[in-house]
Structure formats: C-alpha cells, structure tokens
C-alpha cells in the first residue's frame, strides 16, 4: 500500500497479488531501503542518520531512496502501512452480520499482536522519544480513522445514517486507541507474549467507560423530559388532533 502525507484514504492502493517482475523488484528495493534505515535509525537514533547514510547501506543512490521514499521520516513509518492494511483486511474478513464494536476490536486486537515484534516494539518507542515525529505520530490515526471509516461503510449499502455511524465509531475508537498508545513509558506497546489479550483488557474497559459515559448523558436528557428518539416516533396522534 502506497503512505503519503498528503494522500486521501481513496488514494491508498493496497498491494495487487499479480504483481509481476518489475513490481516485485521494486518492492522488494522498497523493503531493502526500509530494512536498512531501520537498523541505522535504531542504532543511531532517528536525528543522526542521514539520507546518504541509508542510501549506502541499501546500496541504492540518494535519488533512487527519494523515489521510493519522499523524506526521511517516510522510511521509519513504512510499518504503519502494514498495520493498516492488516486492520483493514480483517474487519473485511469479519462476518456480516457481527456488530461493529466487536469486528474492530478483533480486528485491532488481531494486528497489534501480529505486529509485537521486537523491532515494531523498539520503533515505537524510539518515536515517541524523538520530537521531530510527532507531528507524522498523531497522523497515522487520522488514517486509521479514515481506513476503519470507510471499511465500516462497505457493510452500509450506501445508507447516509449508516456511514455517519460508521464515522463516529472510528473516530471514538481510535481516540481511545490514541489514549491508550501515549501511556508514559513503554505501556502501550509491550511484548508480554500475551499480547491480544492485554488489548482485549484494554478495549474491555474503554467500552465501560462508553458506557457510563451514555447512562449519564442518557439520564441528563431524561430529567430534561426529552425522550429517546424511537419513543417520539412510536407515539400516535389521538383522532381530531393535529
């Protein structure tokens, strides 16, 4: 899948099975540059390697890397791309008729684990210590907002309600996961070898606090008299009055 900054979700191309010689080669010169920028990145730090230095060791020419990569914090967010797509193709994997809550979070939960390794685990934190990519940080949940948003949206049959429901469940689920992700230290990302079941625990008590925080609003507009919106449509008219 291609990763930009400036991309749109619709822009995102995820990668063709039949991909042939050519493509192949250059994907695999794609994972060649990443590999080496990663072992520079985490060896070094993110500020000390140069560009020059991750062309050598991919054995590739600074042109050839910004062909591949527009900038130098493109080659250490390379891995959110697999991330996404692995959200992705598992909420698509999930059955129809399984309530959204339950998809994402399996869905969430499934690649996390996948993605503990030990190197995904030293990237995350080598990020979130380092100032210059925070902005680029908060930018992959935008797309994983967008990314769940629209995968939702293919179970709606093109209803408007539908696809705003689909909109704000993403957008509250990946503020929580957001949350979540900036624990201090290393909480948020942990190689426990129990991994989804930590996440499980997590989204446990994110929806709780959901919850809650619907009984209470829900028991504000009940002491106003305001009354559920199915309610209001069920009420008949009594003959004669308008």
Known sequence: MHYCKECKLSELSFPDASEGRRGRKRRETRERIAKAAIKLFLRDGYDATTVEAIAEAADVSRRSLFHYFPAKEDVLFANQENFLTAVVDEIRKRPADEPWPVLIERAIAIAIADAASPENIAIDALVRRTPALQSRHQLKYLHLERAIAVTLGERTSGAKTLRAR?????????????????????????????????????????????????????????????????????????????
Do not use: C, M, Y
């Not at 002491?223 to 559920?228: E, K």
């Open 166 to 242: 689909a909109e704000l469940l993403a957008a509250v689920v990946v503020a929580g996961f957001r949350i979540a992700a900036q624990k201090p230290g290393d909480e948020s990302v942990r190689d426990s070898g129990n991994t989804r079941h930590d996440v499980e625990r997590e989204f446990h008590a994110f929806w709780k606090s959901l919850r809650d925080f619907g009984e209470a609003g829900l028991g504000f507009g009940n002491r106003l008299g305001v009354r559920p919106l199915a309610s209001r449509r069920s009420v008949k008219k009594e003959p004669g009055k308008k």
